[in-house]
T-cell receptor
Framework: KNEVEQSPQNLTAQEGEFITINCSYS?????LHWLQQHPGGGIVSLFM???GKKKHGRLIATINIQEKHSSLHITASHPRDSAVYIC?????????????FGKGTKLSVKP | EAQVTQNPRYLITVTGKKLTVTCSQN?????MSWYRQDPGLGLRQIYY???????DKGDVPEGYKVSRKEKRNFPLILESPSPNQTSLYFC??????????????FGSGTRLTVV
């Protein structure tokens, strides 16, 4: 069974700072997901990664399959980035149907 | 607008009274799934469906049933709800291809309280 660890659990930053959130998992996988949960509760899918790096606006996600580690970076952070960021991986490494989730990183960006 | 619609948004019920939470998507997605979210435990998958008439257990399926009779709908059924099923529930859908590499669309969530 895959285990997913996220760090840090909580993160407070000043507007404009560069943010890094980490996700480690225990079983080899084919792809990893990053999600964003807004303070109101809604969840948005940010990235699905199988290798290398993906970029969307100020968000960058990287994955190292060999090291079983992924990072989510936010450049020039803004108060509207305040949310919980969650990574998810397949439960048993292979099928993308059965996912398990990290407990999330709560980010607060102060103006 | 492409979306996943869950109903109801809020529900308070009593122990043992059967209930159904509906989930519908308008994107013709093959894959649908149900999750519950609890403080300190995060999101956990209940059931998922790779296509019509194909369902499988997630991490925490006990006490829940699902069906997938048509592509757009994936209801979550609690035959005899108990207080430990008080939680925030999310439905999600996703295109399913051979490599499975597409993002999810989540519903707005259903906050269920069982007293």
């Amino acid at each position: 069974k895959n285990e997913v660890e996220q760090s840090p659990q909580n993160l407070t930053a000043q507007e404009g700072e560069f943010i890094t959130i980490n996700c480690s998992y225990s079983v080899g996988i084919s792809a990893l997901h990053w999600l964003q949960q807004h303070p109101g509760g809604g969840i948005v899918s940010l990235f699905m990664l199988s290798s290398g790096k993906k970029k969307h606006g100020r968000l960058i996600a990287t994955i190292n399959i060999q090291e079983k580690h992924s990072s989510l970076h936010i450049t020039a952070s803004h108060p509207r980035d305040s949310a919980v960021y969650i990574c998810a991986v397949p439960l048993y490494g292979g099928s993308q149907g059965n996912l398990i989730f990290g407990k999330g990183t709560k980010l607060s960006v102060k103006p | 607008e492409a979306q996943v619609t869950q109903n109801p948004r809020y529900l308070i019920t009593v122990t043992g009274k059967k209930l159904t939470v509906t989930c519908s998507q308008n994107m013709n997605h093959e894959y649908m799934s149900w999750y519950r979210q609890d403080p300190g435990l995060g999101l956990r998958q209940i059931y998922y469906s790779m296509n019509v008439e194909v369902t499988d257990k997630g991490d925490v399926p006990e006490g829940y049933k699902v069906s997938r009779k048509e592509k757009r709908n994936f209801p979550l059924i609690l035959e005899s709800p108990s207080p430990n099923q008080t939680s925030l529930y999310f439905c999600a859908s996703r295109r399913q291809t051979l490599d499975g590499f597409y993002g999810y669309t989540f519903g707005s969530g259903t906050r269920l309280t069982v007293v």
